[in-house]
């Protein structure tokens, strides 16, 4: 998104203002480069109160300040997107994890050589 925004940030705003449903998934799983906090502040800011927005995130709200490297933008993001949010906390084991498990208990690869089925 930063190197987006370098490039036209008007016109990069525009992508993630438009749509009725902006979903953001995996919030925070990397850190963002310098500055992105802001942009992201940008475009929920104009959001807010006027289209949805839903993010998803494995990391805990008081670490986003941290990890985005802008606590102001941080608590002005979580300021306005937690006004009229509706959390909610999934705990349990990563369903991808359940299903490589699934997946590998009595079963093998199959490679596609006639001799390895025999």
């Given at each position: 998104?930063?190197?987006?925004?370098?490039?036209?940030?008007?016109?990069?705003?525009?992508?993630?203002?438009?749509?009725?449903?902006l979903i953001i998934?995996?919030?925070?799983?990397?850190?963002?480069?310098?500055?992105?906090?802001?942009?992201?502040?940008?475009?929920?800011?104009?959001?807010?109160?006027?289209?949805?927005?839903?993010?998803?995130?494995?990391?805990?709200?008081?670490?986003?300040?941290?990890?985005?490297?802008?606590?102001?933008?941080?608590?002005?993001?979580?300021?306005?997107?937690?006004?009229?949010?509706?959390?909610?906390?999934?705990?349990?084991?990563?369903?991808?994890?359940?299903?490589?498990?699934?997946?590998?208990?009595?079963?093998?690869?199959?490679?596609?050589?006639?001799?390895?089925?025999?």
């Amino acid at each position: 998104m930063h190197e987006e925004a370098l490039s036209g940030e008007e016109k990069v705003l525009a992508r993630y203002l438009r749509p009725g449903l902006l979903i953001i998934d995996g919030m925070r799983m990397k850190q963002l480069p310098n500055h992105s906090g802001e942009y992201l502040f940008e475009i929920i800011m104009r959001r807010h109160e006027v289209r949805s927005t839903m993010m998803t995130t494995n990391r805990p709200l008081e670490d986003w300040g941290k990890l985005t490297g802008d606590f102001p933008s941080a608590s002005a993001i979580l300021d306005r997107f937690l006004q009229s949010a509706e959390i909610m906390k999934i705990t349990g084991r990563s369903y991808r994890l359940k299903n490589a498990e699934k997946c590998s208990k009595g079963t093998t690869a199959a490679t596609g050589s006639a001799a390895e089925k025999d």
